[in-house]
């Protein structure tokens, strides 16, 4: 009997020591985007915003000087932005409803769509692609148009160069 429990033990050991043996391994990382990748989003992102008219986003997404501190939540409120700044309120007042009407009006008879972001160069920390928009405005028949943007890779970031 106590062979059997021995040579037990011993078929068991050697079952352990033939198994493979699981290695924890370390999580790998998320794949950082291609540069190409990178700049398709903020063009995207961009044509988005400005269909939208949230001129902050757009703001956000250009190479432009630094925007004024009220800037970020422009798109969203333009009155309650401004009537927080005092040397602003009287420009809140002026132009809140004029803005406001025409958010309303575009967004009911004009659709911008990004069709396509084709021919992606990238050169070192400029880029370059072609924007194909098509604008929709009321019964007019839609405008295909095709532009060249020009990006630039700023503070480890890619942007729109104005």
Do not use: K, Y
């Amino acid at each position: 009997m106590a062979n059997r429990i021995v040579g037990a033990l011993v078929t068991a050991g050697s079952l352990l020591l033939a198994a493979p043996v699981a290695h924890a391994q370390p999580p790998t990382p998320d794949p950082v985007p291609s540069d190409e990748d990178q700049i398709r989003d903020v063009l995207t992102r961009q044509a988005q915003a400005s269909a939208e008219l949230d001129l902050a986003t757009a703001a956000q997404l250009s190479c432009t000087p630094a925007a004024p501190t009220w800037l970020p939540t422009f798109g969203t409120d333009i009155g309650a932005t401004l009537r927080n700044d005092a040397s602003a309120t009287n420009l809140a007042d002026q132009i809140s409803g004029p803005i406001a009407d025409l958010r309303q009006a575009l967004a009911g008879s004009t659709v911008v769509r990004l069709d396509g972001i084709d021919h992606v160069v990238v050169t070192g920390d400029t880029a370059t692609a072609d924007i194909t928009v098509t604008t929709e405005s009321g019964s007019n028949p839609p405008q295909t148009q095709i532009t060249r943007a020009t990006l630039r890779r700023q503070d480890g970031r890619w942007c729109t160069a104005v």
